[in-house]
């Protein structure tokens, strides 16, 4: 993506991405009230609401930590859509009405479009990943989660009072469990569309 | 599962290939479609892993500031979250009257008990929510802190987030377990959670409740003006002045 295609609301990606809390005050000041009265007007309560921006403010430091996220529409439009499409999501699973959620993306301009599906598609490979992760046995878990968080293996190794070749060994069957699992996911995907 | 294909995958990210073996590897996966999609899989897989672990600590301490931001905007349309409870007043009034006490006696040095308000604890980790943590909840807003401090240790043992060692810093203060406290709160200071501020401030009222009214107001000195409850630290100099 070229650097001059980056919209100025970048800032706030940026501000969420480093816990900066005047941009995250002035995101709720701007733009969460909007959120809120949609949600409200649509069976929806403050609590409910409170929780949707949460998760969208979550789900955006995730992408903007993973370097993935590069503004190239204004924020306004992109985070209510966000919202707004994951309450009614949400309606959608509890309910059994039929809510169409597309209709509202053709209104908005290409570039809004596309960055709302991708943020959506990364915040779906990311739960597709945490479930595949939760199936891993507990060995695997700690072993994983010592391995991205120390410097390197052998700090692991000692960590876990085994060889480093083990760890090594280990690591790669992890990493190779849930490669193997999500590339079944995926098939299993394709299929049911 | 191809166990040897997965190790072959790691030692390529690794870098520990010889040039001859990277060569050979590269050829590999231009020739097989379904081991290069293998790898781009298995690759995907360490950005993943990356993300959830490599970047916890940081995710934790924004979800914290997060919450505290989100509440303070959703408090004022919402008073479910305040939990207003008449004893509140009775609360308040009676610090007031505290308070107007102490002014008649401007010779005392102030103390802890005076500036000591520790707010409720309000755990509210959606989904799994710890038992543990839940009677810690309880206990801390009984003020059994002497209950609440090993289940804190418990909790702690499982999972860090800054809002669960503040408190806990918390119950050892009130239970005079100063090193213990100082070194929770000293540790909350040099993160970058929501915390920080209020760490700092309950260093300082350690430092009072040991009377120590020197090393409390070089910490008080260090809080920054933003701070939500920025006026009682202003109060509190005052009186050590």
């Known amino acids: 993506m070229e650097k001059s295609k980056i919209h100025p609301d970048q800032m706030y990606i940026e501000g969420l991405a480093s816990n900066n809390s005047a941009v995250i005050q002035s995101i709720y000041k ?12 649509n069976s929806g309560d403050e609590d409910q609401a409170q929780d949707v921006v949460q998760e969208v403010m979550i789900l955006l430091f995730n992408q903007a930590k993973a370097n993935t996220l590069q503004l ?33 993306l053709v209104s908005v ?28 046995g507990d060995k695997c878990k700690e072993l994983l989660q010592w391995s991205f968080t120390l410097k390197s293996m052998e700090e692991v190794a ?19 469990q849930l490669t193997q699992w999500i590339q079944e996911a995926q098939i299993y995907k394709s299929l049911k569309k | 599962m191809n166990e040897e294909m997965y190790i072959l995958f790691d030692q390529y990210l690794q870098n ?3 040039i001859e073996e990277r060569t050979n590897f590269e050829r590999q996966l231009a020739e097989d479609e379904l081991m290069a999609s293998s790898f781009e899989a298995f690759k995907e897989m360490h950005f993943q892993l990356a993300n959830k672990f490599g970047i916890a600590q940081e995710r934790e301490a924004f979800k914290a500031n997060l919450k505290t931001i989100s509440e303070a905007n959703f408090k004022s349309a919402q008073p479910k979250v305040i939990q207003f409870k008449p004893w509140y007043f009775a609360a308040a009034a009676s610090v007031a009257v505290l308070f107007g006490l102490f002014f008649f006696n401007q010779n005392a040095d102030p103390n802890f008990e005076d500036f000591n308000h520790p707010e409720q604890a309000y755990f509210t980790e959606r989904g799994n929510l710890d038992a543990v943590l839940k009677q810690a909840e309880g ?6 802190y002497k209950t609440a401090i090993p289940l804190f240790e418990t909790v702690l043992k499982e999972k860090k987030t800054p809002e669960i060692q503040y408190f806990y810093g918390i119950a050892l203060l009130e239970e005079n377990q100063f090193a213990k406290a100082e070194t929770v709160f000293n540790e909350l200071k ?15 009222l350690s430092k009072l409740k040991q009377k120590d009214y020197k090393a409390c107001k070089q910490i008080l000195e260090t809080i920054s003006q933003d701070y939500e409850n920025y006026d009682d630290v202003q109060e509190l100099l005052e009186e050590l002045d």
Do not use: H
């Open chain 1, 158 to 176: 000692e960590k876990l009072d085994v060889t480093y070749g083990y760890v090594r060994k280990k690591k790669s069957l992890c990493v190779g």
């Open chain 2, 16 to 18: 520990e290939m010889t």
């Open chain 2, 190 to 204: 040099s993160g970058t959670s929501a915390y920080k501020e209020k760490a700092l401030w309950y260093l300082a």
């Open chain 1, 72 to 104: 190239t529409c204004p924020f306004d439009a992109y985070f209510f859509l966000l919202c707004k499409r994951r309450w009614l999501n949400e309606l959608k699973k509890t309910s059994n009405k039929g809510v169409t959620i597309n209709e509202d």
């Open chain 1, 30 to 41: 701007k733009f969460v009230p909007k959120v809120v009265y949609f949600i409200k007007n």
């Open chain 2, 139 to 144: 206990a801390f807003n009984t003020k059994n």
């Open chain 1, 109 to 136: 301009k290409e570039s809004t479009q596309e960055m709302i599906l991708q943020t959506e598609a990364f915040d779906e490979k990311q739960q597709l990943f945490d479930m595949m992760f939760q199936k891993l």
